[in-house]
Nanobody, 126 residues
Framework: QVQLVESGGGLVQAGGSLRLSCAAS????????MGWFRRAPGKEREFVSTMWSGGNTYYADSVKGRFTISRDNAKKTVYLQMNSLIPEDTAVYYCAASSGRSSGTYYSAPYEYDYWGQGTQVTVSS
């Protein structure tokens, strides 16, 4: 069992930055595929970014060049650095962990993940 706890959300002006953290429990964190998703008010959950255990990353087009995912396996933590924030980034952000059973996928679909955090609110004001 893996527990995920997000932190770092808040209110920021457009153009600003935030760094989200997701602390994980469990002994095999380093082997998990980690992802970030978000849900804006009235919208479906949306893929943001993936990071594989080997360090490869993948981003949604909407955040590419502005957001950076990283992980510290010693701290069992995954991060999402968000720069140049825009109001459209306002959402509850969730981290997720997958055991990585699938191959040939970007892990951009929620069903590919086994564990989810409770989410952290990010609000970008214009």
């Amino acid at each position: 069992q893996v527990q995920l706890v997000e932190s770092g959300g808040g209110l920021v002006q457009a153009g600003g930055s935030l760094r989200l953290s997701c602390a994980a429990s469990g002994r095999t964190f380093s082997s998990y595929v980690m992802g970030w998703f978000r849900r804006a008010p009235g919208k479906e959950r949306e893929f943001v970014s993936t990071m594989w255990s080997g360090g490869n990353t993948y981003y949604a087009d909407s955040v590419k060049g502005r957001f950076t995912i990283s992980r510290d396996n010693a701290k069992k933590t995954v991060y999402l650095q968000m720069n140049s924030l825009i109001p459209e980034d306002t959402a509850v952000y969730y981290c997720a962990a997958s055991s990585g059973r699938s191959s040939g996928t970007y892990y951009s679909a929620p069903y590919e993940y086994d564990y989810w955090g409770q989410g952290t609110q990010v609000t970008v004001s214009s």
